[in-house]
């Protein structure tokens, strides 16, 4: 499995979000598993990368958090939490969408 965090310097959750990246992977059993970022400098490269906004997860190429039609650039991301709109999934999130993807 090849997990990255799309993101772009100037977006403030991108080094938390692949901490908790980091802890989802631990807590789904998948310790060994390495956490790849990928700094995303112009819109081509956004939308080359298919970034929705920073940070943007993905899994084997897949957002994490597919959602309609994508807005592709540097932006911030806005994902929907249990908690109300945040700049990144939480912990419960991430455990459920890399379960649904078929993780143990």
Do not use: K
């Not at 819109?43 to 994508?70: H, K, M, Q, W």
């Not at 991430?94 to 143990?104: F, H, K, N, Q, S």
């Amino acid at each position: 499995m090849q997990v990255s965090v799309l993101y772009f310097a100037r977006c403030p959750n991108w080094r938390e979000a692949g901490r908790r990246v980091r802890t989802a992977l631990d807590r789904t059993g998948h310790p060994d598993t390495a956490v790849t970022f990928v700094p995303v400098e112009t819109d081509a490269e956004a939308a080359a990368l298919g970034l929705r906004g920073s940070p943007t997860i993905t899994v084997d190429g897949e957002d994490l958090f597919p959602a309609g039609p994508p807005p592709i650039g540097l932006s911030c991301r806005i994902y929907s939490t249990s908690h109300g709109p945040a700049g990144m999934p939480d912990h419960a999130d991430l455990i459920a969408a890399l379960r649904e993807r078929g993780t143990p």
